[in-house]
C-alpha cells in the first residue's frame, strides 16, 4: 500500500508551517503532496494530486473551506482547520467531519491522525448534507450568499463624479419620482438616480419603506407624525426634513387609528 | 433709483425686526407672566402703584397693568404655564435620552470590536513564531498587547479621542494584519502632523479598517493595498480609508460596525458630521468619515 498523502490549505504561510510540522510530529508517515493558499487553488491541487486527506482553513479566499470541501468530500477525508467558529464547531460535533482549532498541537491531533488512519483506504464518509447545513449557516461570514428569504436592497447608489455613492437605507428619509430621475432625500441633502420608483418599490424590503403615493416611497422610521392639511389631505412629516408628503387617498389605510 | 430700492428694502427690513422684537417680548412677558406666583404678582401691583407716585408714570396705566396682567393670568397663565412645563421636561427627556444612546452606542462598538476570530488566529500565529522566528513573535506580541490595551472597555484611558491615538491603536491592528497575510496586504498611512491633535471618535478609524480588511481585501485572491489618509478643509476634518478590494454589494447589510459609527456620529455632532461610502471607478471601495474640526492654534508653540 501506498503511503498516505494529504493537502493542506490556508490562507496564511505560518499556519500552514504550523500544520506541517505538527503533521510530521504526530504521523510522520503522511506525506504533504501539496500546500494551497486560497479555496480555489485547494481545490485544483486536490484534483491533480489526488491526497487521501485534505486540511482545510475554513476562512480563505476564492473559496472558503466549507464551499472547497462540497466540491471534494466524496473524493477524499476532508478536515476543517479553523481559530475560532463557534457555529461550525457546533456542527462538526453533531456529525462525521473532523476539525482542528488553531494553534493545532498535541492530544487533539493526535486523535485525529488516528482516526484518519483507521479511515484511509475507507471511501470518505458521505458529508452533503453537513456540508449544505454548514454553507447556509455560514452564508453571512463567507460573504454574499442567500439567507433564508430573499435579499432586499440595503444600499443604494449614486453616481457622483467618477465614483458610485453608496448610501445605506437606513440614512434614507424617502424616494420621490422627479420626471426621469428618483429624487432620494436624506438627512444630508438630496441626490437623483436614475432606477424607478417602481423598481426600488420592489426591491426594497415593504416593512422598511411604505409607498404612500404614487410618487412617494417613505422611511416608516423616518416619519415623525401624519397630519391632516385644511383640505383633509393626510400629510407626512419626515424626521430632519422640512418638506410634508402626502398621501394619497389610495394609500390613507397605511395609518388608521389604532 | 437703485439707492431708492435698496433704501425702501432697509426701511421694511428695519419694520420687521421691530415687529419680531415686539412679539418676542410679548411672549416673554406672557411667559414670565404665566409662571410668576400670584404673590409675586401682588408685590409687582403695589410696586406700580407706588411708583404713580412719581411723575413717571400715571395712575390709569398702573390700573390698566393691574387689570390687564390679572386679567390674563387667570384666564390663559395656567395653560401657558403647564405648556412651558411639558416643553422644558421633554427637552430634558430628550437631552437624557440622547446621552443614554450615545453611551450605549459607544459601548456597543467597543464590544463588538475585538472578533474572536482575529485574536485566537493573532495567538497561534505567535505560537507558531515563538519556534520559527521569535524575534517576529515579540514584536507581533506587543502590537497584540498595544491593540488590546486600547481597545478593551475595561482598560481603556482617557485622552483616546485624538486622531493620532487612533492611528497609533489601528498601525498596531494592520501590523498584525500584514503578518498574517504577507505580501498580499500594503498599507499607507498618510496624516499631515498639524492634525494629529484633533478631536476624532474613538474606534471609527479601526471599524472602517477592519471593514475594508475583512470584506475587501481578505476575500480576494491576490490581496491589495488599504490607503488612509487625514486632510483639513476650512472647519471640516476628514479622513479617508481605501482598498482596491472586492468592491461592495448592494444587497450587504449594512453591518453592525457602519451603522454604529453613524449612529455615534449623528448622537455626538448631529448633521454636522457624516460617514460616505463610495466605490470608486477604479473598483473597490472608499469609506469617509467628515468631523468638524477646530485647528489646534496652540500646536506650533507646543512644539
Known amino acids: ?258 | 433709483m437703485k439707492t431708492a430700492t435698496t433704501g425702501a428694502r432697509g426701511a421694511l427690513g428695519f419694520v420687521r425686526e421691530l415687529g419680531e422684537t415686539a412679539s418676542s417680548l410679548w411672549w416673554q412677558f406672557f411667559d414670565w407672566l404665566a409662571q410668576v406666583p400670584m404673590r409675586q404678582l401682588v408685590i409687582t401691583w403695589v410696586l406700580a402703584l407706588l411708583l404713580t407716585a412719581t411723575p413717571a408714570i400715571h395712575p390709569e396705566q398702573a390700573v390698566a397693568f393691574i387689570f390687564i396682567s390679572l386679567g390674563l393670568k387667570v384666564l390663559a397663565g395656567g395653560k401657558r404655564k403647564a405648556e412651558i412645563e411639558a416643553r422644558r421636561a421633554s427637552q430634558q427627556a430628550g437631552t437624557e435620552e440622547l446621552e443614554r444612546r450615545l453611551v450605549e452606542a459607544q459601548m456597543a462598538a467597543l464590544q463588538a470590536q475585538v472578533e474572536p476570530h482575529f485574536l485566537f488566529n493573532t495567538l497561534a500565529l505567535i505560537g507558531q513564531l515563538i519556534e520559527t522566528d521569535p524575534p517576529q513573535a515579540a514584536q507581533i506580541h506587543q502590537h497584540l498587547i498595544d491593540y488590546l490595551r486600547s481597545t478593551l472597555p475595561q482598560m481603556r484611558s482617557r485622552g483616546n479621542g485624538t486622531l493620532a491615538r487612533q492611528i497609533t491603536l489601528s498601525r498596531s491592528y494592520l501590523a498584525i494584519m500584514q503578518a498574517r497575510m504577507k505580501t498580499r496586504l500594503a498599507v499607507s498611512i498618510d496624516v499631515p502632523p498639524e492634525l494629529e491633535s484633533a478631536t476624532f471618535p474613538p474606534m471609527m478609524l479601526q471599524i472602517l479598517i477592519e471593514n475594508a480588511i475583512k470584506h475587501g481585501l481578505e476575500p480576494k485572491i491576490e490581496g491589495g493595498r488599504i490607503d488612509i489618509r487625514a486632510a483639513s478643509a476650512g472647519t471640516m476634518l476628514q479622513v479617508d480609508v481605501q482598498d482596491d478590494g472586492v468592491g461592495f454589494s448592494r444587497y450587504a447589510g449594512d453591518g453592525i460596525g457602519l451603522a454604529n459609527v453613524r449612529e455615534r456620529l449623528k448622537l455626538v455632532y448631529g448633521t454636522r458630521a457624516g460617514l460616505q461610502i463610495e466605490t470608486p471607478a477604479e473598483g473597490g471601495c472608499r469609506a469617509t468619515i467628515r468631523v468638524p474640526f477646530a485647528p489646534d492654534i496652540f500646536a506650533e508653540h507646543a512644539r
Request: aromatic share 6%; with cysteine.
Open chain 1, 1 to 258: 500500500m501506498k503511503a498516505p498523502t494529504a493537502l493542506i490549505a490556508d490562507d496564511e504561510d505560518a499556519m500552514r508551517d504550523m500544520l506541517r510540522t505538527r503533521l510530521a510530529e504526530c504521523w510522520p508517515g503522511l506525506a504533504i503532496v501539496a500546500e494551497a493558499a486560497n479555496g480555489l487553488e485547494a481545490v485544483a491541487l486536490a484534483g491533480r494530486h489526488q491526497p487521501d486527506v485534505v486540511f482545510l482553513d475554513i476562512r480563505m479566499p476564492g473559496l472558503s473551506g466549507i464551499e472547497a470541501a462540497r466540491m471534494l468530500f466524496n473524493r477524499c477525508h476532508i478536515v476543517f482547520v479553523t481559530a475560532y467558529d463557534q457555529y461550525a464547531i457546533e456542527a462538526f460535533e453533531q456529525g462525521a467531519l473532523d476539525y482542528l482549532l488553531k494553534p493545532v498541537g498535541g492530544e487533539r491531533l493526535k486523535t485525529t491522525c488516528a482516526r484518519l488512519e483507521s479511515r484511509i483506504g475507507q471511501r470518505p464518509t458521505d458529508i452533503a448534507a453537513q456540508l449544505s447545513r454548514l454553507l447556509d449557516g455560514h452564508a453571512g461570514t463567507a460573504g454574499g450568499g442567500s439567507r433564508t428569504g430573499r435579499d432586499y436592497l440595503h444600499w443604494i447608489q449614486a453616481q457622483v463624479g467618477s465614483s458610485l455613492r453608496m448610501i445605506s437605507t437606513r440614512e434614507i428619509l424617502f424616494f420621490q419620482a422627479d420626471e426621469k430621475y428618483t429624487r432620494v432625500q436624506t438627512a444630508q441633502g438630496e441626490v437623483l438616480i436614475r432606477k424607478t420608483l417602481k423598481e426600488l418599490a420592489d426591491e426594497l424590503d415593504p416593512d422598511e419603506f411604505w409607498r404612500i403615493h404614487r410618487s412617494t416611497l417613505v422611511r416608516v422610521d423616518a416619519i415623525a407624525e401624519v397630519t391632516r392639511d385644511l383640505r383633509g389631505r393626510q400629510m407626512v412629516r419626515v424626521k430632519h426634513c422640512a418638506e410634508q408628503l402626502e398621501v394619497s387617498r389610495g394609500n390613507t389605510h397605511l395609518f388608521q387609528q389604532m
